[in-house]
Structures are given as C-alpha cells and as structure tokens.
C-alpha cells in the first residue's frame, strides 16, 4: 500500500503563552483520532508550535482508506414481508435506499430479534479527499479560552489566521480554512526573516525554519532560554544567581521564537522592597527573572529574554531597565504608604471588601473561617489557640494593601512580611502566608501547623458556603475553584497526619453561614461528603489502589483522608494474596446475612450460643475488639486487617456447623447479633461488600 508524509502548519498572529498547551495536545489528539475513525493508518506522528504557529506532521500516512465490508441492519423481519411472504414497503425502501434488490438482503439475528440486512462492499476514498474535510472541522474546535473575529470576515479563531500550510507527498491538499488557501509556503522570524519559504515534508519542518531564526519545538525553545539566562549570567562574571522560575521558563518559551537574553541592572534603591515585590514586579509584568547573590539575598540586577537579537543590544537593555524602574517605583510607592498603617488596624477595611453578593464581606468571611478555626484547634491542637487567632484576625487584612491590589498574586505573602515589620511573632506570620497555601495541584503546602489549621478553615467555608447558596461546580466550570479546595484540604490532612473526620467540622461551618444559606443544610451536607469523597477516591487510586478497594473504604470513611488511605494501601496489598477472594466473599456472606435478618444492635447472649463453633467465633470477636483500639490509635491498618482476617476460619465454622434461621427466634436474634457484631470488625477496614469477587 501507498503511504506518504504530510505536513500541516497554520500561521496566526501571536497567541497568548498559555494557550498552547491545550490546543497543541487537543490537534495531536483529535487529528489522530479522526484518521483512525477513518481507517488509516500512520508510523509517527508529531507537534511543533510557536507564538505564530501551530503545527502537525505525519509520517508514513496511508494514501488510500482500505476498501471495507459493511452490514447495514434494516427494518425488522417482522414488518419485512406480509403474510403471504410478499416484501412490504418497509423492505423494498430498504433495498432501494441501499442500491440493491429485495433478494439481495438476508435475515441477521441479533439478541433483540431478526432484522433484514445487507453487505455492502464500500470503496475506500483517497487520504488527500478525507484530509481536505477532516482538518478544518479539527482546527475550528481547538480548545481555546477565548477566540476572536477580525477584518470584515465571519471568521474566528484564537488569532487572526495569516498562512495556511498543507502538504501531503510532495502535493499540495487542497483546503482551507478561516479564508485562507492552503498551499507550501510558510514564514520564518517576523523581523529576522519576514519573508515566505517553501515546506515540502514533515521532515524538513523543523531545519527549514531554524534557518528563518525560528525554533518550532518547545523543548529546545526552553532548553535555549536557560542556555542563554547562563550566558548572560556567566559573561557578567559575578556572584549572580538567576530564580529559575520552571513556569516563567515555560511561559516565556512560548512567547518567542528564537531567545535572545541580556542582563539588566536596577537602581540599588529599590533593594529595600521585600524580595517577593520585586520578584512579582518583574515576573508578572514584565516576564523578566530576578537575581539574587550566592547568599540568597537580592541583587539589582535581572535577565530579560528577547525575541530578536539585535545589532545594539545596549539599546534593548536600556529599555528593559527604564521599564522596570517604573514598576519598581510603583511597588515602592505602595509599600512604603501600606506601611504607614499596621496590618492590624486593616481589619475594619474588611467590612467594605465584597467576599461574594450571597456570601457577604471579607469581614464576615474571617470571622466564619476563624470560628471553625478555633473549633479544629480545640479538638486537635489546643497549645496553638493563640496563634491561631491571632493570625486568623491578621491574615486577611493585606487584602486592602496597595502592594496587594497592584500585585494580587501577593496575597498572604505580603500578609507575611507587614505582620514582621509590624512586630508580629514569626509563627504567626508563618501561618498568614501558609494559610492559601496549597495555591495550585502539586503546590507547596503548608510548613506551619497553625497556617495548616487556618487553610482547612479557610477552604472549608468557602467551600461550605458555595454550596448553601448554590453555586456548586460543574463539569464545565468550577469558577471559584471549588476541586481544588477540597483536594487542598485532603492533601494538607495526609500530609500533616490528620486524622479525624471532616463531617462536624462541615456541620459547623454550615451552622456558620445559616444566615445566608439558600438551600437545606441536610441537602448541602450530603453534596459536600460526596464531593470531598470524589477528590479523595481519585487520590486514592493514583497510589495504585483499584477502584472497588478505594469504594470500599470510601463508603465508610470518605469524610477522613488519612483513614482512609491508610486503610485503602492496607486493603490493596491483601487483595493481591491469594485467597483474597475466598475471603472476600465469607465477608460479603455475614453482610448479606445481617441484610436479610436485620441488624441486631442488643448485645450478644451469650448462653443461648451453646455450640462451638458459635463460642468460637464470639470468643475470636471479643479478642480482636479488645485489640482493635491499639491499632486504630497508632494507624496500623496493616496489623488490623491482618488480625481481621484470622477471622475467617470461625466464620466459615460458624457457617458450616451453625443454622442461622433457627426455629427459637431468641437463638435466631443471637446468633444474627454476633454476626452484626462480627461485620462491625470488619467495617474497621471497608465496607466488603462492595469489592468484587468476579
């Protein structure tokens, strides 16, 4: 068969860094997808992007869809032919719609009964015909947060689209897309080789273009940034070490097409401004790295990567420099008027910044978030009390600083270096800033233990308080980023071995916001413990747990992460033994016992149990939950279940030797009780029922 090489570049105006990640996963995805829906086949496949393009080659693509056999079901054999055996309608439409004769059907039997159906034999379209109506809808559904009409076309994309570039074996494919035509030009740097060139192949995409000063692949992009930040940083010749920020790395990576780097210098002025306002001022804004000394300390100094390298770069650097001086005069200026006033008179401020319309003010926020705050240090680490309030009335009042509303990214962090200033201990400024911490999935979380606490508090109104008045998270949307939230909490608890459960602290935090509440708190209450239960399962099974183990203990513990993960390994490595199944369902049988009888919470009599396999199972279950405590207390779930399992044998005796539905209903109500009390050992684990034994 013909195969052929294909290559496809589309040329826009400069998308926002951001975006490319997506869109470039998303056309790799959709394209590959598509080409197997149709049939053809391919040996590689690969993506390139820039701030101009994005770009899509294969290797080796099938040039002709493979001739295939169809069966096309019709209607019914019961509507197919009258009494006489004479085709209705219904079979001769069929026949006509499919282009052959009533004779040329046959009967196909399926499971809900036998239809008229024919085989067709369907002729494989050329690759170039599938292509040409495959790519625009693919390019037209890329997934950008925002797309954008221009000119006086109908047309819209991220960007304006400049060039279209499709080639397969040589040929140009004939399609278009946005109102451009395809054909083989492409266009290097916009100042550095603004002029067209001619692409031909996949295989010589890449050279092609690195002659124009363009890189097309990301990760050389990247690795060329870092190579130039150490050029700069070593012809400078001094004690310099650049913050590699790996986002900003990336970040800027996509903004460029060839990098160019130089070294900048600032006014020492300005060195008296926290490291992070200065940090922020020069990430944020301008995308430029900062510098500090081998000692960690800030220099005046800071890299900024170019897109061209020009002939007087002095030039360039000076320009950076001025621009930097005046977001660095600004961050001055805020710090030094924030720090006219002391983070703890900011408080009242509060009460005039808006939380959410349904949910009232920042003000009333912190003194939800710090009741529950002082609730979980109560019940869990009470030498912490002052700490924890203390920070609780501080660590929302940076909010109506200068620095802050310049640079919102700041939050918490600034919290930090005014309640310092202000002479404020540094645990309590440790847990201002800790307390929004985890910011983002795989974020730091907190290093202080009352920061921890505060987070919790924190999160958990929010979350509590979307819930009661409505605005609950959906597949498409989670606006106030309610998932990470809950996933934050988890991960805090596991990390900082908390190991309690979250459903009172919910009920406090519902009782909290009664006063804004729009829905039933019952309602809202469940909503949350499924919600919490759904970021902990996923958790869960990304430490190689299987769905039903992680369901299992989720069905019983889902509201306390550090239970049940410990459980949810513990019950992992015993399902890998063999015998687990055996086991299993001895398990599931005293749970299905328990469901037919009813429970029976009275406590075991234990002179109506007179036989021994009876006597034996009771004895075996009052040892155990006289040794359960220990291993609850010290979280070994391991040595738990290994004693739970040495359950099964005066189970399966009980079983063998022992009528359960015994004509004395005192016997009966006996017996059921030391099974329920039996399943209660076992729930200390999971909830076996819900594993499968298939």
Same mark, same amino acid.
């Given at each position: 068969?013909?195969?052929?090489?294909?290559?496809?570049?589309?040329?826009?105006?400069?998308?926002?860094?951001?975006?490319?990640?997506?869109?470039?996963?998303?056309?790799?995805?959709?394209?590959?997808? +598509?080409?197997?829906?149709?049939?053809?086949?391919?040996?590689?496949? !690969?993506?390139?992007?820039?701030?101009?393009?994005?770009?899509?080659?294969?290797?080796?693509?099938?040039?002709?869809?493979?001739?295939?056999?169809?069966?096309?079901?019709?209607?019914?054999?019961?509507?197919?032919?009258?009494?006489?055996?004479?085709?209705?309608?219904?079979?001769?439409?069929?026949?006509?719609?499919?282009?052959?004769?009533?004779?040329?059907?046959?009967?196909?039997?399926?499971?809900?009964?036998?239809?008229?159906?024919?085989?067709?034999?369907?002729?494989?379209?050329?690759?170039?015909?599938?292509?040409?109506?495959?790519?625009?809808?693919?390019? %037209?559904?890329?997934?950008?947060?925002?797309?954008?009409?221009?000119?006086?076309?109908?047309?819209?994309?991220? !960007?304006?689209?400049?060039?279209?570039?499709?080639?397969?074996?040589?040929?140009?494919?004939?399609?278009?897309?946005?109102?451009? !035509?395809?054909?083989?030009?492409?266009?290097?740097?916009?100042?550095?080789?603004?002029?067209?060139?001619?692409?031909?192949?996949?295989?010589?995409?890449?050279?092609?273009?690195?002659?124009?000063?363009?890189?097309?692949?990301?990760?050389?992009?990247?690795?060329?940034?870092?190579?130039?930040?150490?050029?700069?940083?070593?012809?400078?010749?001094?004690?310099?070490?650049?913050?590699?920020?790996?986002?900003?790395?990336?970040?800027? %990576?996509?903004?460029?097409?060839?990098?160019?780097?130089?070294?900048?210098?600032?006014?020492?002025?300005?060195?008296?401004?926290?490291? %992070?306002?200065?940090?922020?001022?020069?990430?944020?804004?301008?995308?430029?790295?900062?510098?500090?000394?081998?000692?960690?300390?800030?220099?005046?100094?800071?890299?900024?990567?170019?897109?061209?390298?020009?002939?007087?770069?002095?030039?360039?650097?000076?320009?950076?420099?001025?621009?930097?001086?005046?977001?660095?005069?600004?961050?001055?200026?805020?710090?030094?008027?924030?720090?006219?006033?002391?983070?703890?008179?900011?408080?009242?401020?509060?009460?005039?910044?808006?939380?959410?319309?349904?949910?009232?003010?920042?003000?009333?926020?912190?003194? !939800?978030?710090?009741?529950?705050?002082?609730?979980?240090?109560?019940?869990?680490?009470?030498?912490?009390?002052?700490?924890?309030?203390?920070?609780?009335?501080?660590?929302?009042?940076?909010?109506?600083?200068?620095?802050?509303?310049?640079?919102?990214?700041?939050?918490?962090?600034?919290?930090?270096?005014?309640?310092?200033?202000?002479?404020?201990?540094?645990?309590?400024?440790?847990?201002?800033?800790?307390?929004?911490?985890?910011?983002?999935?795989?974020?730091?979380?907190?290093?202080?233990?009352?920061?921890?606490?505060?987070?919790?508090?924190?999160?958990?109104?929010?979350?509590?308080?979307?819930?009661?008045?409505?605005?609950?998270?959906?597949?498409?949307?989670?606006?106030?980023?309610?998932?990470?939230?809950?996933?934050?909490?988890?991960?805090?608890?596991?990390?900082?071995?908390?190991?309690?459960?979250?459903?009172?602290?919910?009920?406090?935090?519902?009782?909290?916001?009664?006063?804004?509440?729009?829905?039933?708190?019952?309602?809202?209450?469940? +909503?949350?413990?499924?919600?919490?239960?759904?970021?902990?399962?996923?958790?869960?099974?990304?430490?190689?747990?299987?769905?039903?183990?992680?369901?299992?203990?989720?069905?019983?513990?889902?509201?306390?992460?550090?239970?049940?993960?410990?459980?949810?390994?513990?019950?992992?490595?015993?399902?890998?033994? +063999?015998?687990?199944?055996?086991?299993?369902?001895?398990?599931?049988?005293?749970?299905?016992?328990?469901?037919?009888?009813?429970?029976?919470?009275?406590?075991?009599?234990?002179?109506?149990?007179?036989?021994?396999?009876?006597?034996?199972?009771?004895?075996?279950?009052?040892?155990?939950?006289?040794?359960?405590?220990?291993?609850? +207390?010290?979280?070994?779930?391991?040595?738990?279940?290994?004693?739970?399992?040495?359950?099964?044998?005066?189970?399966?005796?009980?079983?063998?030797?022992?009528?359960?539905?015994?004509?004395?209903?005192?016997?009966?109500? %006996?017996?059921?009780?030391?099974?329920?009390?039996?399943?209660?050992?076992?729930?200390?684990?999971?909830?076996?029922?819900?594993?499968?034994?298939?």
């Amino acid at each position: 068969m013909t195969r052929g090489d294909f290559i496809l570049e589309l040329g826009v105006e400069e998308i926002p860094a951001s975006y490319f990640g997506p869109a470039m996963t998303a056309l790799r995805e959709r394209l590959d997808r +598509e080409i197997q829906v149709a049939g053809l086949t391919y040996d590689r496949i !690969r993506v390139w992007g820039g701030p101009r393009r994005l770009a899509l080659g294969l290797w080796g693509l099938l040039m002709l869809q493979p001739d295939v056999e169809e069966e096309i079901t019709g209607p019914p054999l019961s509507a197919a032919f009258d009494s006489n055996g004479n085709p209705t309608k219904a079979a001769m439409g069929f026949a006509k719609g499919q282009g052959v004769q009533v004779g040329e059907l046959f009967t196909q039997n399926t499971g809900k009964g036998s239809y008229l159906a024919v085989k067709k034999h369907v002729k494989g379209r050329a690759t170039s015909e599938i292509l040409s109506e495959m790519i625009p809808s693919i390019l %037209a559904n890329l997934p950008f947060p925002k797309v954008m009409r221009w000119g006086e076309g109908n047309h819209s994309f991220v !960007r304006p689209v400049h060039w279209l570039l499709a080639v397969l074996k040589g040929e140009i494919l004939p399609l278009s897309f946005a109102g451009i !035509r395809s054909g083989k030009v492409s266009y290097g740097h916009r100042f550095l080789h603004p002029g067209p060139i001619v692409i031909t192949s996949p295989d010589e995409y890449s050279e092609r273009l690195l002659e124009t000063h363009v890189l097309v692949d990301f990760e050389s992009r990247r690795d060329m940034v870092k190579q130039e930040i150490a050029r700069v940083i070593e012809e400078a010749d001094s004690d310099l070490v650049v913050s590699m920020d790996e986002e900003l790395v990336d970040e800027v %990576a996509n903004l460029l097409e060839e990098p160019c780097a130089i070294l900048g210098h600032y006014d020492s002025q300005f060195l008296d401004l926290p490291l %992070a306002v200065a940090a922020t001022a020069m990430k944020e804004h301008q995308r430029y790295f900062p510098i500090t000394d081998s000692q960690g300390r800030q220099a005046p100094y800071f890299v900024a990567i170019n897109n061209t390298r020009a002939k007087n770069m002095g030039v360039v650097q000076k320009g950076h420099e001025r621009v930097l001086r005046a977001r660095l005069e600004d961050a001055r200026f805020y710090w030094l008027e924030d720090r006219k006033i002391k983070l703890a008179d900011r408080g009242e401020a509060l009460k005039g910044v808006v939380f959410h319309h349904l949910m009232g003010t920042s003000y009333e926020k912190v003194q !939800r978030f710090k009741a529950l705050a002082l609730e979980l240090t109560a019940q869990n680490c009470p030498e912490l009390r002052d700490t924890v309030l203390r920070a609780a009335d501080l660590c929302k009042n940076d909010l109506v600083t200068g620095v802050v509303g310049e640079f919102p990214s700041l939050q918490g962090i600034m919290g930090r270096e005014y309640a310092l200033a202000d002479g404020e201990s540094q645990e309590v400024a440790d847990a201002i800033k800790d307390h929004y911490l985890p910011i983002r999935a795989g974020g730091a979380l907190p290093s202080s233990l009352a920061g921890a606490i505060l987070s919790i508090a924190d999160k958990l109104d929010t979350i509590v308080g979307c819930f009661s008045v409505g605005l609950l998270p959906t597949g498409a949307a989670d606006p106030f980023g309610l998932r990470r939230q809950a996933l934050g909490i988890t991960l805090i608890m596991l990390d900082r071995g908390f190991n309690w459960s979250l459903e009172p602290y919910i009920d406090k935090a519902i009782a909290n916001l009664a006063g804004v509440a729009k829905r039933p708190p019952k309602e809202v209450k469940n +909503e949350i413990l499924d919600f919490f239960k759904v970021r902990l399962k996923s958790h869960i099974q990304g430490m190689d747990v299987s769905s039903d183990g992680a369901e299992a203990v989720l069905s019983l513990y889902g509201d306390n992460p550090m239970a049940a993960a410990g459980r949810a390994k513990a019950l992992e490595a015993l399902k890998k033994r +063999e015998g687990f199944r055996d086991l299993a369902q001895t398990f599931k049988r005293v749970v299905n016992i328990i469901k037919k009888f009813g429970p029976r919470e009275n406590l075991v009599q234990g002179e109506l149990l007179t036989h021994e396999a009876e006597k034996g199972l009771l004895s075996a279950v009052m040892t155990l939950e006289s040794e359960s405590k220990s291993y609850l +207390e010290s979280g070994d779930y391991v040595g738990l279940l290994e004693k739970i399992v040495t359950l099964r044998q005066p189970v399966d005796a009980f079983f063998d030797n022992v009528l359960v539905d015994d004509p004395d209903p005192d016997v009966k109500n %006996a017996r059921v009780a030391l099974l329920n009390r039996t399943s209660r050992l076992f729930a200390l684990i999971a909830d076996f029922s819900r594993i499968s034994t298939t």
